[in-house]
């Protein structure tokens, strides 16, 4: 019963042009969400989180937008990189700073030169 | 720079040996998680605790233990290992009310 979903196992874009990775959620529960970045042969490590009182945040070339009523959140890299090639974890957990995460499968992004 | 450190990148282990995966965090977070990745089912919590000597069971603590003596350290245990434990086991550790988790770089284990 995966309650937090990446429906895409992966994912290429063109370097320079914007890349969207997203993510379905099932229990309603969820209130803040967050994404992680992988590489091989790393540990995942954090990247940007979203309030569920908020539908947007931004850092730099990184945007999480959230809807709620569709239980959807997505993740914009604009412009994409090289170096944003990595698989990427949505979580979820039921209160901002909860000790509880529950991931996704991951997407693995592929920029191309 | 903050740091959390798995005691090994790679484990071959055979079936029914005991098994200890050790993890060390630098930053004094009172919470510390094992996970266990696997292709398509993504991270998926085993246990973690929130202080020294308590711990509690994630969504797929069967097979598993752990021990936490020391604020600094936390073990996972395989009692007696089977082959559908093989899979990249990560640490990670956190202060309370942070939203940030940071991660050690994995250890894969192989059980045969």
């Known amino acids: 019963d995966q309650q937090v979903k990446q429906n895409s196992p992966s994912l290429s874009v063109q370097e320079g042009r914007i890349s969207i990775l997203n993510c379905d959620y099932t229990?309603?529960?969820?209130?803040?969400f967050l994404w992680y970045k992988k590489y091989p042969a790393e540990g995942p490590t954090f990247l940007i989180s979203?309030?569920?009182?908020?539908d947007k945040n931004e850092d730099g070339r990184f945007t999480v937008f959230l809807n709620k009523s569709a239980k959807h959140l997505s993740l914009h890299i604009v412009p994409s990189q090289p170096g944003d090639s990595a698989v990427y974890f949505c979580a979820a957990s039921a209160r901002r700073g909860a000790q509880k995460l529950v991931f996704g499968q991951g997407t693995r992004l592929t920029i191309n030169p | 720079d903050v740091k959390v450190t798995q005691s090994s990148r790679y484990l071959v282990k055979r079936t029914g040996e005991k098994v200890f995966l050790e993890c060390v965090q630098d930053m004094d977070h009172e919470n510390m998680f094992w996970y266990r990745q696997d292709p398509g089912l993504g991270l998926r919590l085993i246990y973690f605790s929130y202080d020294v000597k308590m711990k509690e069971k994630g969504d797929i603590p069967e097979g598993y233990s752990v021990s936490r003596e020391k604020k600094e350290r936390f073990s996972l245990i395989l009692e007696s290992a089977s082959t559908n434990q093989t899979s990249m086991y990560l640490c990670a550790s956190s202060r309370t009310g942070s939203d940030e988790a940071f991660f050690g770089q994995g250890t894969r284990l192989t059980v045969v």
């Open positions: 979203i309030s569920s009182i908020k």
């Open positions: 229990n309603s529960m969820f209130d803040y």
